[in-house]
């Protein structure tokens, strides 16, 4: 990804939101209105089950606030759900040092005792969301790199998986039985559709964004 694909993401970025969960409604309401105090937008949610069915987490960045002891799932139980795709910061009631450090290998933010200090959420609050700033960004330029390789026709995918791996022309025909001449053709066609500027820029596009993912190997769409 170029440097002004970096730049684009992070100024298009749309603004963040900060999801609480608590089926205590006395406590989410007083967590809502102190988050909104320090200039964030918050959505809350009553349960798992709701925040699940109701909650955008692609739209926008996002960090999810989440209580430990919920009606349906638990916290660590929604944790594994979601799978790494929204930051956490967890809230308990008790100070459970076991738990706490169960959320915390599997990739918790932060874990918060209640009462919580106000300076205290805020910047674990940040924290997250600046993590998941990083996860907003890479999941479009993921998506945009998408968009380019679906651009490509099934033997411009051809020729780029063996590209990349740094064949020259002569030898990319040979293994594809066509001409060199007519490769040179469909590598400029890659190289335009794709927006690399050089050999080593379209390596970067496939490699940084983990190539190996199906949607976006380049052999793994052939429509």
């Known amino acids: 990804m170029r440097a002004d694909d970096y730049a684009f993401f992070t100024m298009n970025s749309p603004a963040s939101i900060v999801f609480v969960v608590d089926d205590d409604e006395h406590v989410r309401n007083a967590l809502c209105r102190l988050l909104r105090s320090g200039g964030y937008t918050v959505e809350a949610y009553g349960s798992a089950g709701a925040f699940l069915q109701g909650a955008d987490l692609t739209g926008a960045p996002a960090c999810l606030l989440l209580d430990l002891q919920l009606p349906d799932l638990s916290g660590i139980d929604l944790q594994q759900r979601l799978e790494g795709r929204v930051p956490i910061v967890f ?54 790199i998408q968009r380019r390789v679906e651009k490509l026709t099934p033997r411009e995918r051809e020729v780029m998986a063996l590209v990349v791996t740094g064949r020259p022309n002569k030898l990319v025909a040979d293994e ?28 970067r596009l496939m490699t940084t964004f983990d190539a190996d993912a199906p949607e976006l190997h380049p052999l793994s769409h052939t429509g």
């Open 91 to 144: 809230v308990s009631a008790h100070g459970d040092m076991n738990t706490a450090v169960r959320a915390m290998k599997a990739g918790a933010s932060d874990f918060l005792t209640k009462p919580i200090d106000a300076q205290v959420l805020f910047e674990a609050t940040s924290r997250a969301l600046e993590r998941a700033g990083q996860l907003y960004e890479q999941r479009e330029q993921r998506a945009e």
């Open 176 to 203: 594809l039985g066509a001409a060199e001449k007519t490769i040179k053709i469909h590598r400029a066609r890659v190289m335009e559709k794709m927006k690399a500027n050089s050999l080593a820029d379209l390596v």
